[in-house]
């Protein structure tokens, strides 16, 4: 299988939110990589380790080695003089991989090599290689092979025929030719498959979080492309060792094992600063669903997820592919290989793990890496972790890695908590004073920027900066020529060779809009006319404030760690009846879903819908007691609808229970135990609408009655003429009412959810 494979049409996304992440580091100073010193390095690495110490390990059936690059402190002379804004979150992306690998995979520490920044030499990369890998893997091994940091294009001279281009990955001392040295310092991806396919083990999966192409549109909100602008002329530096006189692979043949790449090598690859921290997109959303993830998990299913997640936390058109040489049923990725050519260990599922704990028993340091990017950014300092049953507070956060109190250190028979032990989200604890942040676009006019400063300060629930460098949900710009150009030559629906006019947001535009932090133009922001700035965010509040719900409503997510059995289905009723997903709760210990033989039943996958068909929603409640639910949709503009259980709910008198929590009417529109609920119900249509694009589907489930809610949405549906509320009129009062009702206690300043009390289960489909 020598091209890339996709799983789903290469849509221009146009969500809000930039993609994800970073986040935090722990200390890589005992395995940060290979010295300059590379023989005493080898022979230290080489020490056997014992079929002993591999099973005390989980290694039963080979060993697992691992090689980690992540380079972000490159020299001036490895990139272009214009390419001032360096890369951050690669080196983060060496720790995610690592804490991953040892705690969800089984990896051996000693068998984690990290090499970051300057330790990423060309030769120390080389060395590793060889040391770690080709001379330690056997043929029942497993090999796991990451680079973060830039990729490049290169152009070869003095080469029969002329000139050659060809991708290449920079290690640190990749300098830019120069006349007096023209050798080329990178490693070439010919170079990289060649070696690692000498390897004796065929268990070998590469992932490159790094691009070919740059990005030629400004990027906010910490953005960065992960490629080299310019494209350098060089000379082929000399053949390592192991290559001399041999045969290297052409750029055309594919990868050893499996490839992973963050995106097409004709797509941008994105990393961003979260909060403060930086991660790239690829790595960030692929680690922190496989910390959650139930066994099994293979190669295309958490393709599939990552691309679910980066179109959810997206803005940028970046998708995972997925090649390589080894056969892979990419058609049904339930049957695909094992991610890593290893099993998830399902008894280390959790949201984080133990890397450290006090002297006295009563402070851990948490490893977090298994938490939804924007939870951990709002991460408040009352949020409850258990472990082994014990709880403990979050007292302070740096990135990842979070300290926290035991609130019984002596509980679970005074068995002192160890390194390693998985943490479990228990009671979320969110702020409510959560803003909408909008950057302000550089290219605006001073003028302009204090105008818009000032307007958008009269909004309460709106922060903005003139700072495009620092985290931001969306950008406030106009459009300009040269962006219509750029927009147009880098929408990632335009199959290669093809020509496409400017996207329709974009044509006659001449006022202001809201734009995603990738320059995406958000559906319906921008105006046709010349106007002022002021008068131009007043038009934009509504809008503005339906993204703050919309952050508001991702906040809720809790797939993974919720602890209630809820399942949902989504099916197509007409013109023919299929079933398009499946999802259910992690953590509620109902069995996971037979999925059966149904291509479009993918675990992570986003089906196509035509427009017109009609589909239904299926919520099964397999707990002990009564669901309150709703279900809020957003469609490809943004726009979001919700679902009204209460709209129809008939209540007799005899029903009415005057000791009742909740009034007669929203009880009646609970799910029974052990029972199910149609959305909408068989007679009663719900058609998939015009335009075409993702639309994204939230169903709120909660034991706590949803009687604020149900109060708004009753009197909305009033206008509306039944259960479906399209649009909805006023989205971020309706969410902040969930938020209330699922909240436990009475704290004024923060919502306190228990994850025992609530699930926010979510997917996307496509409108086509």
């Known amino acids: 299988m020598g091209s890339n494979q996709r799983f789903s049409r290469r849509a221009f996304l146009k969500q809000t939110s930039a993609v994800v992440a970073a986040l935090g580091l722990t200390e890589l100073a005992a395995n940060s990589g290979l010295s300059q010193q590379a023989q005493a390095y080898s022979q230290a690495l080489a020490q056997p380790i014992g079929q002993a110490g591999r099973q005390a390990g989980g290694q039963t059936d080979g060993r697992k080695l691992a090689l980690l690059i992540g380079i972000d402190t490159y020299p001036a002379n490895t990139v272009s003089p214009e390419q001032t804004l360096r890369l951050a979150g690669a080196v983060t992306d060496v720790a995610l991989q690592r804490e991953l690998l040892i705690h969800r995979f089984g990896f051996l520490p000693n068998d984690v090599v990290c090499l970051t920044n300057e330790k990423a030499t060309r030769a120390d990369i080389y060395q590793a290689i060889v040391d770690h890998l080709y001379n330690q893997a056997g043929a029942k091994d497993t090999v796991v092979f990451h680079f973060s940091g830039y990729g490049a294009q290169v152009r070869i001279a003095d080469l029969v025929g002329g000139q050659v281009t060809q991708r290449s990955l920079i290690p640190y001392d990749g300098a830019l030719p120069t006349e007096d040295r023209p050798i080329l310092n990178d490693i070439f991806e010919t170079e990289l498959k060649t070696l690692l396919a000498k390897l004796k083990t065929k268990n070998v999966t590469t992932l490159i979080d790094a691009g070919f192409v740059d990005i030629a549109i400004p990027l906010s909100g910490g953005l960065r492309s992960r490629a080299r602008e310019i494209i350098a002329t060089g000379q082929p530096p000399a053949p390592f060792p192991l290559l001399a006189n041999q045969k290297v692979a052409r750029e055309s043949d594919p990868f ?34 496989l910390w959650t993830a139930p066994a099994p998990v293979t190669v295309g299913r958490a393709v599939g997820r990552s691309q679910e997640s980066l179109v959810r936390w997206g803005g940028s058109n970046q998708q995972p592919t997925l090649s390589g040489n080894r056969k892979l049923d990419l058609n049904n990725p339930d049957k695909t290989t094992p991610l890593y050519d290893t099993p998830l260990r399902d008894t280390t599922r959790a949201e984080g793990v133990i890397i450290d704990t006090s002297t006295d028993g009563k402070k851990a340091t948490l490893w977090l890496g298994g938490l939804p990017p924007r939870v951990l950014e709002y991460l408040d300092t009352e949020t409850t972790m258990t472990c082994a049953g014990r709880r403990m507070t979050v007292r302070s956060r740096d990135g990842l890695t979070v300290q926290a109190r035991l609130v019984n250190p002596a509980g679970n028979n005074g068995a002192p908590l160890a390194k390693g032990q998985p943490v479990f989200e228990s009671v979320r604890v969110l702020p409510k004073a959560i803003d909408l942040v909008v950057a302000l676009d550089s290219s605006l006019e001073r003028i302009e920027r204090v105008d818009a400063t000032s307007a958008l300060s009269a909004l309460s629930f709106v922060s903005s900066t003139s700072d495009t460098d620092l985290p931001a949900d969306c950008l406030l710009a106009r459009p300009i020529e040269d962006q219509v150009e750029t927009l147009t030559a880098t929408a990632k629906n335009i199959k290669l060779g093809q020509t496409q006019d400017a996207p329709p947001e974009l044509n ?74 499946t999802r259910q709760t992690f953590r509620s210990g109902i069995p996971v879903a037979n999925r059966g033989n149904n291509n479009n039943n993918r675990e992570g996958f986003s089906p196509e819908v035509p427009i017109g068909s009609r589909v239904r929603y299926r919520i099964f409640n397999d707990g002990e007691a009564p669901l309150y639910y709703t279900l809020i949709n957003v469609d490809p503009r943004e726009r979001l609808s919700a679902f009204c259980p209460a709209a129809e709910a008939q209540v007799s008198t005899t029903e009415i229970d005057e000791n009742a929590e909740a009034p007669p009417v929203v009880t009646a529109a609970a799910i029974a135990s052990g029972s199910s609920i149609a959305v909408p119900s068989a007679e009663l249509d719900w058609t998939v609408d015009s335009p075409t694009g993702p639309i994204e589907t939230y169903v709120v489930c909660s034991t706590r009655p949803l009687t604020k809610t149900f109060e708004i949405l009753l009197a909305a549906s009033a206008n509306s003429g039944g259960q479906r509320i399209n649009p909805l009129p006023d989205p971020l009062t309706v969410v902040e009412s969930i938020l209330a009702d699922i909240s436990q206690g009475n704290n004024s300043d923060a919502y306190s959810l228990s994850l025992a009390e609530w699930a926010t289960l979510n997917f996307t489909y496509q409108a086509v």
């Open 256 to 289: 050893p094992g499996i490839l992973l790449r963050a995106a097409d090598t004709d797509e941008a690859v994105i990393e961003r600063q979260w909060s403060d921290f930086n991660a790239g997109a690829f790595t960030y959303v692929l680690t922190q669903y």
């Open 508 to 581: 006659g535009m001449l006022g202001y809009g809201l734009f995603s932090l990738t320059r995406s133009p958000i559906p319906g922001t921008l105006a046709p006319q010349e106007e002022a700035i002021k008068p131009a965010i007043s038009r934009l509040t509504a809008k503005l404030q339906a993204l703050l719900a919309l952050k508001m409503l991702r906040l809720t997510e809790n797939r993974a760690s919720s602890q209630l059995p809820v399942r949902i289905t989504l099916e197509k009723v007409s013109p023919e009846e299929s079933l398009l997903i």
